[in-house]
């Protein structure tokens, strides 16, 4: 379906079936390109208003779905559009649902420890392979060094959950060196799968 923009940003009103679907393909199909999924939400709209890198990321995203009721809200008010939710936690899980064994996903941040327990129980609920865990506590000066070890991971792909902004200018400034095909920047989804 054809991209919108709300609040100068890009909305793409795609169903969670048709993201599965999307990712699906870039991963299996087209593996060699990189791509990047933002879940926009409100709290996005707000930085945004005092955050260059932060719009420039959303604008270079190949997909851009709804996070929550508050876009879907938002888009209906503004747009008079209907747009689905897609949000990180069903993209991640239903991709995880989808593909199990043949997916290799890297985990991304969160506080020490989350990443490493997150990727033990992908592994249990849907026998997942684990291409690396990563912490989501260091500062720029250490982001070549993360990146590069993303690149070497042989992931399909990057769970990068490091906090609105952050999450999604890593995604975008170390796309072509880490060459994952799907980069999803996923708040707090591991603290999630962590339980
Ligand atoms: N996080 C991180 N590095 C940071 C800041 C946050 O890895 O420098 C992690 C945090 O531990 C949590 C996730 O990012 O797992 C989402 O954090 P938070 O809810 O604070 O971010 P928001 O998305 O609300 O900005």
Not at 166 to 172: K, L, V
Request: proline fraction near 6%.
């Amino acid at each position: 379906p054809p991209r919108l923009s709300l609040f100068d940003l890009p909305l793409d009103p795609v169903t969670l079936d048709h993201a599965l679907d999307t990712l699906g393909g870039w991963m299996f199909r087209d593996a060699r390109t990189p791509h990047t999924v933002v879940t926009l939400n409100p709290e996005f709209i707000v930085q945004c208003q005092s955050q260059p890198d932060f719009v420039a990321a959303i604008q270079a995203a190949d997909l851009v779905t709804a996070d929550g009721v508050g876009i879907v809200w938002a888009a209906r008010q503004l747009l008079h559009q209907d747009v689905p939710r897609a949000p990180g936690y069903d993209l991640v899980k239903g991709l995880m649902e989808r593909h199990r064994g043949d997916l290799k996903v890297f985990m991304l941040g969160s506080k020490p420890g989350v990443a490493e327990l997150a990727a033990q129980n992908a592994v249990r609920d849907y026998g997942i392979q684990v291409a690396g865990t990563h912490h989501g506590y260091f500062d720029l000066p250490e982001d070549q060094r993360v990146a590069e070890l993303v690149q070497g991971s042989g992931a399909h792909l990057l769970l990068t959950a490091m906090g609105a902004r952050r999450q999604e200018t890593f995604n975008q400034y170390w796309r072509q060196v880490m060459g994952v095909p799907v980069m999803i920047g996923c708040g707090g989804v591991l603290d999630v799968l962590a339980g």
